[in-house]
């Protein structure tokens, strides 16, 4: 579970502005949630807040118990909470697939027995086994995101923050991506997601879906309840699926 308690969030930069304005939350295991929210609303710096990253300005972040402010127990919480980006060309590191894989795993400091099983079984369920002694420059956008993923997957984080990870992807790499992250029996039953979107059919893949607006929580609830509030989502610059503003025309 992680506990978010009254967080407020500012950077150095700008120590008066807000960016989190006391935020009540609380993320359960195995339950999968989506974030929505307009540009700036505070998505990724409490995405950044949830895996240690950054430290709450005000408040507390709890995961399993760990909090985020204290030193040792930050170390864990990074390794409890996993993170994929928008761009993957600004998290892999490594020149071929295989060792983009096994990174992390090096860091874990997992025995090489282990870590072999492992980066084999990840690359054959992405499908990326036969380009495992390719550079990672040369697959796709969708490829790569998918690599991105499975290196943080191969780690056996509990939670998985996806941050608009399939924004700059084409439809059929988007799908790909949710159905790894959100839909595979497999991953699902073994980390939680929480997935940051632009595409408001995504939440519908996942059971809760909570919407920021200035740094606030703005709904809460299944995605089929928020949805039931596409006026008042639609002023602070979040739309719905199709399916409800279709039904506005057909009721
Ligand atoms: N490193 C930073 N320093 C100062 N302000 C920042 C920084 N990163 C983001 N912000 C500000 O915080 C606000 C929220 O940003 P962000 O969390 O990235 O929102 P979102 O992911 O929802 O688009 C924005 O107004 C942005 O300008
Ligand atoms: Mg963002």
Redesign the pocket.
Same mark, same amino acid.
């Given at each position: 579970m992680i506990e978010i308690r009254d967080l407020y969030f500012s950077?150095p930069? *700008?120590k008066d502005r807000f960016?989190l304005n006391g935020i009540d939350l609380i993320i359960e295991e195995g339950k999968s949630v989506s974030i929505m %929210?307009a *540009? %700036?609303? %505070?998505?990724?710096?409490l995405a950044r807040c949830l895996n240690g990253l950054f430290r709450p300005t005000r408040g507390q972040v709890l995961v399993d118990g760990l909090n985020t402010a204290n030193e040792t127990e930050n170390f864990e919480v990074r390794k409890l909470v996993g993170m994929v980006f928008q761009n993957p060309d600004n998290q892999i590191v490594s020149t071929t697939v295989e060792r983009e894989v096994a990174f992390g795993l090096e860091n874990l400091g997992i025995d090489p027995a282990e870590m072999h099983e492992r980066v084999k079984n990840v690359l054959n369920d992405f499908n990326l086994s036969e380009y495992m002694f390719h550079s990672p420059h040369y697959l796709s956008g969708g490829e790569k995101q998918l690599l991105a993923v499975a290196a943080v997957l191969v780690m056996r984080p509990k939670y998985l923050i996806l941050d608009e990870p399939t924004s700059l992807l084409d439809p059929f790499s988007r799908d790909r991506i949710l159905e790894m992250t959100l839909r595979n029996g497999k991953f699902v039953r073994q980390v939680t997601p929480i997935l940051i979107t632009q595409f408001p059919e995504e939440t519908l893949h996942t059971e809760r879906l909570i919407v920021l607006n200035q740094g606030r929580v703005f709904l809460d609830g299944s995605p089929e309840e928020v949805f039931e509030h596409r006026e008042s989502l639609a002023t602070i610059g979040v739309g719905v699926p199709i399916e409800w503003e279709l039904k506005e025309w057909l009721t």
């Open positions: 950077y930069e *700008n960016i %929210g *540009n %700036g609303s %505070g998505k990724t710096t």
